[in-house]
């Protein structure tokens, strides 16, 4: 598959958050709004974070272009980037990467804002 479809994948993630805050909005409290609330949050946010990181290291963009304020989390993080990984795998051209391993691009330190700037 073409990085273009990962792209698509991002839009499509941000409308269905839109959409499903829309319908929230909508819905009287109760376990139908907990239930979208909860699936907007949790899936389609996770899910958008995974595309989003492995968009940018197919680009080429380094872990700090893409995620400059990111908080560590440890058990979500395995289940990040195992999500990332396959996204890779599936949207990225193998043959092209711009990087060596998603393992090295994810384990590069750290650069502090100001020195960025």
């Known amino acids: ?56 290291y197919l680009r080429g963009r380094s872990l700090d272009q893409v995620e400059p304020n990111r908080e560590v989390i440890a058990w979500l993080e395995m289940k990040l980037w195992k999500r990332v990984a396959e996204l890779v795998k599936k949207y990225g051209d193998t043959t092209k990467m711009p990087i060596k391993s998603l393992d090295e691009w994810k384990e590069k330190p750290v650069t502090p804002l100001a020195e960025v700037a």
């Open 1 to 56: 598959m073409s990085i273009k479809y990962l792209k698509i994948k991002i839009k499509s993630l941000a409308a269905e958050a839109r959409i499903i805050r829309f319908e929230e909005k909508r819905t009287k409290a109760g376990p139908i709004r907990n239930g979208l609330h909860n699936h907007r949050t949790y899936d389609v946010r996770r899910e958008s974070r995974a595309a989003n990181l492995a968009y940018g």
